[in-house]
């Protein structure tokens, strides 16, 4: 179990700093318990990512996909505003 907690503590952490289009499965599954309540919009944008990244056809990844799409591109623009 703390290896598991470990392992998607790294993976979370690889994530922020890469910030891939997606993340890994792991990473994906933590966070569909978070994004039961996402708005359509951003299920929409989930649906477009997982069959573009073959994502296992379960509405969570959708979901969480479309979560992480929104975190992703706010890290993003935040990063851009830091440039000189």
Same mark, same amino acid.
């Given at each position: 179990?703390?290896?598991?907690?470990? /392992?998607? *503590? =790294?993976?979370?952490?690889?994530?922020?700093?890469? =910030?891939?289009?997606?993340?890994?499965? /792991? !990473?994906?599954?933590? =966070?569909?318990?978070?994004? #039961?309540? !996402?708005?359509?919009?951003?299920?929409? @944008?989930? @649906? *477009?990512?997982? /069959?573009?990244?073959? =994502?296992?056809? !379960?509405?969570? #990844?959708? $979901?969480?996909?479309?979560? $992480?799409? !929104?975190?992703?591109?706010?890290?993003?623009?935040?990063? @851009?505003?830091? @440039?000189?």
């Amino acid at each position: 179990m703390k290896d598991d907690i470990e /392992r998607l *503590e =790294l993976e979370f952490s690889e994530a922020i700093r890469t =910030l891939p289009e997606i993340p890994s499965l /792991r !990473v994906l599954r933590f =966070l569909s318990d978070a994004s #039961y309540s !996402v708005p359509s919009h951003v299920q929409d @944008k989930g @649906k *477009e990512l997982q /069959r573009i990244h073959g =994502l296992p056809f !379960v509405a969570e #990844y959708e $979901w969480a996909a479309g979560l $992480w799409s !929104v975190i992703r591109e706010a890290l993003i623009a935040e990063h @851009k505003n830091e @440039k000189p």
